[in-house]
């Protein structure tokens, strides 16, 4: 059973180019969450997807996009960066479920995005 | 909104010794989440343990435990018989309870188990 996988791992780009970043969640979860966690910090809530809607947000500014297709994948775009979205982007996978066991939120391993 | 708050950047164990990390959060909600993550230099997040709380009893999980002070708004995390492989970085988080909320997550603690 394939876990939570992202792509790419790695990415270096420019001030003012824009970058998108894929996730696959893990079989049978039907929500996707963003997270980015900037250096030796926690990670912070970007945004979340369930039913191919954006259900919650963070404080993250507009330049700040994501898409939820319908088999569950999703993607995070951001534009104009800024050499401040540097960072590793990790995406969570989760099921909606009423038991709490069963809404346990699974990792990727991230995508480490570099701006110069 | 919630906070998660965690006071110890690094702390060091000795191999088979036990040690505690400590988190608080501020919350006006009753009901709610609360975890620990692990994160090794591999990146990826993953749970250790999980605590409801409006259970009383502290929740283990093999060598890991909880001590979690409701009141006092306190969670932290006791591992036990501490292994090489327990060496990361700690994070403690805190979700509400509607469904699939989103995990508010404290600035970290960074762990190393010395031989």
């Known amino acids: 059973d394939a876990g939570v996988t992202q792509s790419p791992t790695h990415l270096i780009k420019t001030r003012g180019q824009q970058v998108t970043l894929r996730c696959s969640p893990k079989?049978?979860?039907?929500?996707v969450s963003w997270y980015q966690q900037a250096l030796g910090q926690g990670p912070q809530f970007i945004f979340q997807?369930?039913?191919?809607?954006?259900?919650q947000r963070g404080n993250f500014p507009d330049r700040f996009s994501g898409h939820q297709f319908p088999n569950y994948s999703s993607e995070l775009n951001v534009n104009a960066l800024l050499l401040g979205d540097s960072a590793l982007y990790l995406c969570?996978?989760?099921?909606?479920?009423?038991?709490?066991?069963?809404?346990?939120?699974?990792f990727g391993q991230g995508t480490r995005l570099t701006v110069v | 909104a919630q906070t998660v708050t965690q006071s110890q950047p690094e702390m060091s164990v000795q191999e088979a010794e036990t040690v505690t990390l400590s988190c608080t959060y501020d919350?006006?909600?009753?009901?709610?989440?609360l975890f620990w993550y692990k994160q090794p230099p591999s990146r990826q997040m993953i749970l250790v343990i999980r605590?409801?709380?409006?259970?009383?009893q502290n929740a283990t999980e093999n060598r890991f435990s909880v001590n979690f002070q409701k009141a006092a708004k306190s969670f932290s995390l006791k591992i036990s018989d501490s292994q090489l492989g327990d060496a990361a970085m700690y994070f403690c988080?805190?979700?509400?309870?509607?469904?699939?909320?989103?995990?508010?997550f404290g600035e970290g603690t960074q762990l190393t188990v010395n031989p």
């Open positions: 969570a996978s989760s099921l909606v479920a009423h038991k709490v066991e069963d809404t346990e939120a699974f």
């Open positions: 079989s049978g979860h039907d929500t």
């Open positions: 997807y369930y039913e191919e809607e954006e259900r």
């Open positions: 919350t006006s909600e009753s009901d709610y989440y």
């Open positions: 605590q409801e709380a409006y259970k009383q």
């Open positions: 988080a805190y979700r509400s309870v509607p469904l699939a909320s989103r995990l508010t």
